[in-house]
């Protein structure tokens, strides 16, 4: 069974930052990787996806890279700013999978203070 | 285009009642998805669907059921409440084969007493 761990489980830093939020899976044969964003109380907002076919996706300040080898993926934070502040997930898709499930990380939560 | 939209967004059961949480999409995805999040959790699959009328479970099924009459729609029901359904529940779709994307609603908090 596929499992998703990230590190750290929580983050503090100050404003300016570059940042690196790590996330490994047990089972490198993944259709696609996904890295997720969650404010309190509030739903999943996608931020990038990389198909296993892919090495990095990059998003504004957002870059997300893929190692399918060694199972591992990190998310880079570039200049990082108090609106960051929120829980990434990490989630993986097998690629035997034929209903496309997602198997989350327990995430990051990420404090970025002025 | 509202995306995935769930209702109620809060809910507060007593032991043993039911309800059914409400979820749809406007984005003519075939594939739907019942997750819950507990506190310091990843998401579990509860429920999901690859289209009207084919359903079948996930991870986490005990105490819920499921039905898919439209692309659109795909509620989920809690029977008899019990305490360890206290949770978040999201509600997410994908287009299927080829991505595999999933979009997410808002979620229902939902608490049992």
């Known amino acids: 069974k596929q499992e998703v761990t990230q590190i750290p489980a929580a983050l503090s830093v100050p404003e300016g930052e570059n940042l690196v939020l790590n996330c490994s899976f047990t089972?490198?044969?993944?259709?696609?990787l996904q890295w997720f964003r969650q404010d309190p109380g509030k739903g999943l907002t996608s931020l990038l996806l990389?198909?296993?076919?892919?090495r990095e996706q990059t998003s504004g300040r957002l870059n997300a890279s893929l190692d399918k080898s060694s199972g591992r993926s990190t998310l880079y934070i570039a200049a990082s700013q108090p609106g960051d502040s929120a829980t990434y997930l990490c989630?993986?898709?097998?690629?035997?999978?034929?209903?496309?499930?997602?198997?989350f990380g327990r995430g990051t939560q990420l404090t970025v203070w002025p | 285009n509202a995306g995935v939209t769930q209702t109620p967004k809060f809910r507060i059961l007593k032991i043993g009642q039911s309800m059914t949480l409400q979820c749809a999409q406007d984005?003519?995805?075939?594939?739907m998805y019942w997750y819950r999040q507990d506190p310091g959790m990843g998401l579990k699959l509860i429920y999901y669907?690859?289209?009207?009328?084919?359903?079948d479970k996930g991870e986490v099924p005990n105490g819920y059921n499921v039905s898919r009459s439209t692309t659109e729609d795909f509620p989920l029901r809690l029977e008899l409440a019990a305490p360890s359904q206290t949770s978040v529940y999201f509600c997410?779709?994908?287009?299927?084969?080829?991505?595999?994307?999933?979009?997410f609603g808002p979620g229902t908090r939902l608490t049992v007493t």
């Open positions: 989630a993986v898709v097998d690629r035997g999978s034929t209903l496309g499930r997602l198997y």
């Open positions: 984005m003519n995805h075939n594939y």
């Open positions: 669907s690859v289209g009207a009328g084919i359903t």
């Open positions: 089972d490198s044969a993944i259709y696609n």
């Open positions: 990389i198909q296993s076919s892919q």
């Open positions: 997410a779709s994908s287009h299927g084969g080829g991505s595999y994307e999933q979009y």
